[in-house]
């Protein structure tokens, strides 16, 4: 295996969009960023796509290269375990086919399927993980980045085997071959010997290590990127505050939004705060418990369960330290169940049963107010959760049978503390007590649908169908939506209403299932409903608001007519919202205000366009667009109601604009795009031609700035002010005719621009234009 893998990525990506698979080939080049920068939302978005099209073209090459990149995100990013292992396993048995073989990225597959059993749990998957890495590495040339992955991988293999100097010796090795194979170890190197020498005591020494690696890493003229600054900093941060040299470890210490955002450091993070916690330079309150116990259900969620269990026992011992008696037993409960989904449990076991005992040993606080008062008294006196709770625990051990309204309140409590599944546990037991409580099991409803819970839905819904099927069904639809299930929460909640047909919150919900696939006409056959069976606010009692027609539903209303063109319907709607129209009838096609409208690009990202509001649910999009967007020009849209971005602070209104989602096209203008390069003459000269262009009907967006300079092939070393733009051929117009049209415009000009498609669009010679684009390395 000799082939470089970026060098193979490179050829891929130009064969790809030669052959006009752009998206693909645009895949290709940004999932790898994708991943290791933790963008998961524009990362989800592009895979099922490029994946389908690698497999359409038989690509298995392209194929395991954005498998093996999704699962670098899902494990090192999301630090799943057991929720990724059967895309490892099949990831790895497919790298391994014969027409896989040699793809540069298969050994990969290696490296995501020890991590995927490290997360699930390092130490009880050691002898699995070393043999598979070591058949890797006999694989695997030196001098390759593979081996430096691997060599990394092996080293952490050991460190769980609680072999921190064989793990760091094994460093050694790998670096002098590396070295010795005319290349230098990465910068997560540092991070691997580094935790060898932490887990040796040897602080000091590992700062030294991100220091020489750091400063190697730039004098080989790279630049550590944010990930990079951020591992750098968290990792330096835990080895001063080991040292007690906690004033620069604050310094470095990434902030808590940063650790929020940033799965793959919050080992590191929570393992400095724990120090600076006992040295009293960090607050240990219930916030931190509350934070650490939400990364701990993160990690419990996605079948990760040896870190789950080590930030378990983090968080334990700090809740003993601040005196949090329910919150250090909710946690032990918790070891003690993760105890179960370990293979071994040598040293760890005796920590957890530690950590129970000394949790029972806290003293429980004595109660205020008698027991049937404390929930009238909590509401008052609103102590912080983590006191609520040990009085709310103190007041059901008082108890022979437990009372509904202080299991709500613990629940209440624990949750806001972070302890998701600890409270869906408790709702249930509580059920078994308490079946016919409507509070109890709606609580447990919105905790099971928050937590992804499909076995707990199905168990709830099931014991709610025969006594209450309508609520039964709104239990699956509410969990459909959350799954993005759009047919089937129109479904589920079409059996609702064949039980509560008065329900509006149902018809809301199943109203927006059906804008979500598209089907405006029964979106807006639900609205005019709710509308009918909506009380008169006049009529409706203090505690019936939410049977009267709210404004949101006007506007989704107005909304789904204007993608129907129902003209009258959105008048009328908009004549209850007061909103004032320049005709009485017709389409509504005004001059409203700029606004920003948030449309999807083909890399699943979005960006925010410059569009004009033509209506109260309708704009015209301004700006030429590229085929990354499947709008352009001139698009009439239908935009969803709920402004976007954050309004401004009275008196600063003036530059700011709305944005609105993109919700479909309504009226297609028609126009294509065309690119034209070249050395920008003037701003007058450049005006005359945009007006020009606009007064025959074509539309025109420049995209360079000033700083776009493009090289000045009449004087050496020299550089022009350049143009880049868009143009927008209209419909009336032909190809040829746009060029013809261009030529003319810009014939008197000092430079020439270039435009070779549309040269080659109007069947015209490009390759005039092509040497425009040599000469001016445009």
Known sequence: MTTDIWSWVHDTHRQLAESGQHRLADALAEIAGHAVEGRNEQLDAMFPEALASARALNLPWVEVFLRHWRLQNL???????????????????????????????????????????????????????????????????????????????????????????????HLDRAQTRIQAAGEQVSLSFAHSRASALHRLG????????????????????????????????????????ALGRTGPA???????????RYPDIRHRWSAAVELLAEAGEFANDAALGARLASWAGELDAAGSHRPCLDLVLRAGRLALARGGREVALTLARTGERKLGQLRRTDGVADRVAALKTAAEALPRPELPVPVEELAKWLAEHRPDPE?????????????????????????????????????????????????????????LGELLIDAGDSEGVDRLAARLADTDPADAHWLRARWAAAQGRWAEVGEQCAAVLAHEPDALNTRRLAANAATRQGDHAEAQRLYQELLEHALDPAEAGEDQDHRTVQEPDLWHLLTAATANRDWAAVRAAGTRLGIEFDTDSGPVDEEWQLIGLRAPRANGTTTDLPALRTGPATARVLPVLGEDIDLNHGDVVVFAPAVLNDRPE????????????????????????????????????????????????????????????ITDPTRENETLPGIYAAVAVPPTASAKEADAFLADLTAGWPHPLAWPALAEAAGADPARHQQIVDDYDL
Request: charged letters at 25%.
């Open 75 to 169: 494990l090192n990013k999301r630090h799943q375990g057991e929720a990724a292992m059967s895309e490892a396993v099949s990831l790895l048995e497919f790298a391994h086919r014969e027409e896989t073989a040699s793809c540069p990225q298969s050994v990969c597959a290696v490296q995501d399927f020890t991590i995927c059993h490290a997360n699930i749990d390092g130490p009880g998957y050691v002898p699995e993980r070393l043999a598979v890495l070591e058949e890797a590495l006999q694989r695997v040339e030196p001098a390759r980045a593979c081996f430096d992955c691997l060599s990394r991988e092996y080293a952490d293999t050991l460190e769980d085997d609680d072999r921190p100097a064989d793990a760091l010796a």
């Open 202 to 241: 040897r602080h000091q020494d590992a700062l030294d290590v991100y220091d020489t690696a750091e400063r190697a890493y730039v004098a080989a003229g790279h630049r550590p990127d944010d990930d990079d600054r951020r591992k750098l900093a968290v990792g330096r941060a835990l080895q001063l505050a």
């Open 250 to 260: 604050l310094e470095l210490l990434p902030d808590v939004q940063e650790a929020d």
């Open 387 to 443: 006191t609520g709770a040990d009085l709310l625990a103190a007041a059901l051990a008082a108890g022979e049978q437990p009372d509904t309204v202080l299991v709500v309140n613990l629940a209440g409590a624990l949750g806001a503390l972070g302890h998701t599944r600890a409270v869906t546990e408790l709702a249930w037991a509580q059920l078994e007590v308490d079946p016919g409580h409507d509070y109890l099991t709606g609580m």
């Open 650 to 709: 009275p008196g600063q209104e003036e530059d700011w604009r709305p944005v609105f989602e993109f919700l479909t096209l309504l009226d297609p203008a028609g126009f294509t795009t065309y690119w034209i390069d070249g050395a920008l003459p003037g701003d007058e000269e450049w005006y005359t031609l945009r007006n020009a262009l606009q007064a025959a009907g074509y539309g025109v967006w420049a995209y360079s700035g000033d700083q776009y300079r």
